[in-house]
Structure formats: structure tokens, C-alpha cells
């Protein structure tokens, strides 16, 4: 790899390109980069400041009682959608149809 491909060199590389006009194939040319090293510091850079921080909340859940549960799916005409765990944990949750 030539001295201008080194990691601090490409990273100056990338936000010049995109603020030009050049394709990346035509702008690797005029610089004397090899397309496959740009692409590959280009892909680098993209996921190094992209991971997005996803914010947790809190859901409400409203817990009943099985007794609870079969009346309100019978008065109510809705229907079940349930998850059963490979350990035996169970989780019904009450779909309005």
C-alpha cells in the first residue's frame, strides 16, 4: 500500500470525494488510489460513525389472571396469540381482531 492509501490519508480522502463530482472509480484515478482500498476505508469509516444508538423504553404491560383472561377472550371475541419457550415459559397476548 502506497503512503497515500494509509488509514489517516483515506480518511481525509472520503468526505473529498463526496463533495466532488466524481464518480468513486474516477476519483480513485485522478489520486492514484486503488478502488478496492477506497472501497474498503470507505465501508470502514460508513460503520465506524453510523452505529446509531437505539433508545430503550419502557412498555406498560397489564398483567390478569388466567380466570381473568378467558372471560375478557370470550366477552370480547378476541383472539390469542401465544409464545411457548423451549424451557416452558408461556406468553399470551390478547389480539384484537
Same mark, same amino acid.
Given at each position: 500500500?502506497?503512503? @497515500?492509501?494509509?488509514?489517516?490519508?483515506?480518511? #481525509?480522502?472520503?468526505? !473529498?470525494? !463526496?463533495?466532488?463530482?466524481?464518480? !468513486?472509480?474516477?476519483?480513485?484515478?485522478?489520486? #492514484?488510489?486503488?478502488?478496492?482500498?477506497? @472501497?474498503?476505508?470507505?465501508?470502514?469509516?460508513?460503520?465506524?460513525? @453510523?452505529?446509531?444508538?437505539?433508545?430503550?423504553?419502557?412498555?406498560?404491560?397489564?398483567?390478569? +389472571?388466567? #380466570?381473568?383472561?378467558?372471560?375478557?377472550?370470550?366477552?370480547?371475541?378476541?383472539?390469542?396469540?401465544?409464545? +411457548?419457550?423451549?424451557?416452558?415459559?408461556?406468553?399470551?397476548?390478547?389480539? #384484537?381482531?
Amino acid at each position: 500500500m502506497s503512503p @497515500s492509501q494509509n488509514k489517516s490519508a483515506m480518511q #481525509d480522502h472520503i468526505p !473529498q470525494w !463526496q463533495a466532488s463530482s466524481l464518480t !468513486q472509480v474516477e476519483y480513485c484515478k485522478a489520486h #492514484d488510489i486503488k478502488p478496492h482500498i477506497f @472501497s474498503y476505508y470507505k465501508k470502514q469509516f460508513s460503520s465506524a460513525t @453510523s452505529s446509531v444508538k437505539q433508545s430503550s423504553q419502557l412498555v406498560p404491560v397489564k398483567l390478569v +389472571t388466567e #380466570d381473568t383472561l378467558i372471560g375478557s377472550r370470550l366477552s370480547a371475541g378476541l383472539s390469542v396469540i401465544k409464545r +411457548t419457550h423451549s424451557n416452558g415459559f408461556s406468553l399470551e397476548i390478547l389480539a #384484537d381482531t
